[in-house]
């Protein structure tokens, strides 16, 4: 059983448009991450949340909004999407916190394209 | 330039061999390093980590560090078609007061049956 599930899987959008990326660990873990993986670039780290707080952003845009409604979720907002936008996005968590320095466990990603 | 970089990008080794993948960091800022492994359709999952200069070995896989060149390197001996993936070195910092990971672009090993 997956422990950290993302939704969808699969996602295709239309430019402009906003869309938001789902993610619940069952980990037990206190701190969650998001990263991107596009043809590009290598996988780029984006967002830290430890104990539902936001700890560092690296995304330069504010199109790119975390949610964090539980401490097992962090969902991924995106707004005014662009075809540059289109990557894997996937989710991330670790055990204590954003303090230590400890492995990532990943989710499978979701892969949006943006056309 | 990238503040971790690996090489080779891509690397084919028969069943049973050596592979030998390796990544230099620019930054005397990291302080651990890690290596990832990431299936097709799946996300990176975490095998091992390294901080101490020298060998860690765990399994058919061993990690070498060199603090003094920032060098290092991923060793997986007996290859099996299984470990046929996209391997990523990964190294963390401190930024903004939380751990981040700054990872490499990648290694695409085939282990050939």
């Known amino acids: 059983d997956p422990k950290i599930i993302q939704k969808p899987k699969y996602l295709v959008a239309v430019t402009g448009s906003e869309k938001i990326l789902i993610c619940e660990q069952y980990l037990g873990h206190n701190a969650m991450y998001w990263y991107r993986q596009s043809a590009k670039k290598p996988l780029e780290f984006m967002f830290s949340y430890s104990y539902q707080k936001l700890m560092d952003n690296q995304t330069a845009s504010s199109r790119f909004q975390p949610q964090s409604s539980k401490k097992n979720h962090l969902d991924l907002q995106i707004t005014a999407l662009k075809p540059d936008d289109s990557a894997t996005y996937f989710c991330a968590s670790s055990p204590r916190g954003a303090y230590s320095n400890e492995r990532l466990f990943f989710g499978h990603g979701t892969k949006l394209s943006v056309l | ?113």
């Open chain 2, 1 to 113: 330039q990238q503040k971790v970089q690996q090489s080779p990008e891509s690397l084919s080794v028969p069943e049973g061999g050596m592979a030998s993948l390796n990544c230099t960091s620019s930054d005397r800022n990291f302080q651990y390093f890690w290596w990832y492994r990431q299936h097709s359709g799946e996300g990176p999952k975490a095998l091992m980590s390294i901080f101490s200069d020298g060998d860690k070995k765990e399994g058919r896989f061993t990690a070498h560090l060199n603090k003094a060149s920032l060098h290092v390197s991923l060793h997986i001996r007996d290859s099996q078609p299984s470990d046929s993936a996209l391997y990523f070195c990964a190294a963390s910092e401190i930024s903004s007061g939380s751990w981040q990971l700054i990872f490499g672009s990648g290694t695409q090993l085939t282990v050939m049956p």
